[in-house]
């Protein structure tokens, strides 16, 4: 098993790069999270790796944390999602934000990832719900979110400590527009949708 790569970045296109190391140039799928991020052409890069072995092919998958492999290879264990699925759904969401779906079943969320119909959606909350913590690093409970944490979560997190299930407030939620509101907005609209 490659567990690493460190080499040179010689070539970039989404979502494919090459790494040389030594001589040998590895390609490498990564998902849009860890493109996104990746120093200019000729730069020194560090990736965590998986190599996926099939009858017609070995490819390798490289991630800029060992958070993304953790939850790429969790999320390869569950039925039905395969390696480009798992890397579409890192591409769309960072690894704490579908933590999030999954504990407050969320699948409007997860439904909207290109790939993932609401029938994948339901599958993915149900199968992952038990492997999320393993999926965190150190196999404990997933940090919890802080600075970057977005006014919907925020909003999420204060109606679930007023007693409210998280079911119940992602289907409250679901139905406002939350764009550009601040967490008490959003609370505020909940409270009233909730109240009719």
């Given at each position: 098993?490659?567990?690493?790569?460190?080499?040179?970045?010689?070539?970039?296109?989404?979502?494919?790069?090459?790494?040389?190391?030594?001589?040998?140039?590895?390609?490498?799928?990564?998902?849009?999270?860890?493109?996104?991020?990746?120093?200019?052409?000729?730069?020194?890069?560090?990736?965590?790796?998986?190599?996926?072995?099939?009858?017609?092919?070995?490819?390798?998958?490289?991630?800029?944390?060992?958070?993304?492999?953790?939850?790429?290879?969790?999320?390869?264990?569950?039925?039905?999602?395969?390696?480009k699925?798992?890397?579409?759904?890192?591409?769309?969401?960072?690894?704490?934000?579908?933590r999030?779906?999954?504990?407050?079943?969320?699948?409007?969320?997860?439904?909207?990832?290109?790939?993932?119909?609401?029938?994948?959606?339901?599958?993915?909350?149900?199968?992952?719900?038990?492997?999320?913590?393993?999926a965190?690093?150190?196999?404990?409970?997933?940090?919890?979110?802080?600075?970057?944490?977005?006014?919907?979560?925020?909003?999420?997190?204060?109606?679930?400590?007023?007693?409210?299930?998280?079911?119940?407030?992602?289907?409250?939620i679901?139905?406002?527009?939350?764009?550009?509101?601040?967490?008490?907005?959003?609370?505020?609209?909940?409270?009233?949708?909730?109240?009719?």
């Open positions: 098993m490659i567990g690493s790569l460190r080499g040179l970045l010689t070539s970039k296109l989404a979502p494919q790069v090459v790494v040389e190391c030594s001589g040998v140039g590895y390609e490498v799928e990564t998902p849009m999270s860890t493109f996104l991020d990746l120093p200019g052409l000729g730069s020194e890069l560090f990736l965590y790796t998986h190599l996926l072995v099939r009858e017609d092919a070995q490819i390798l998958y490289g991630f800029s944390t060992e958070d993304e492999r953790l939850m790429f290879r969790t999320l390869l264990k569950v039925n039905r999602v395969g390696a699925l798992a890397l579409g759904i890192l591409s769309a969401m960072s690894t704490n934000d579908f999030r779906c999954v504990e407050f079943e969320d699948s409007n969320a997860l439904s909207r990832i290109p790939g993932v119909g609401k029938k994948t959606a339901e599958r993915l909350i149900i199968e992952m719900r038990d492997r999320i913590d393993a965190a690093p150190g196999g404990g409970k997933a940090a919890p979110l802080t600075v970057e944490a977005s006014a919907r979560n925020e909003a999420v997190d204060a109606l679930v400590a007023l007693g409210y299930k998280p079911k119940e407030v992602n289907n409250l679901s139905k406002l527009d939350t764009d550009n509101k601040s967490a008490e907005d959003i609370i505020r609209l909940a409270l009233r949708q909730a109240a009719h």
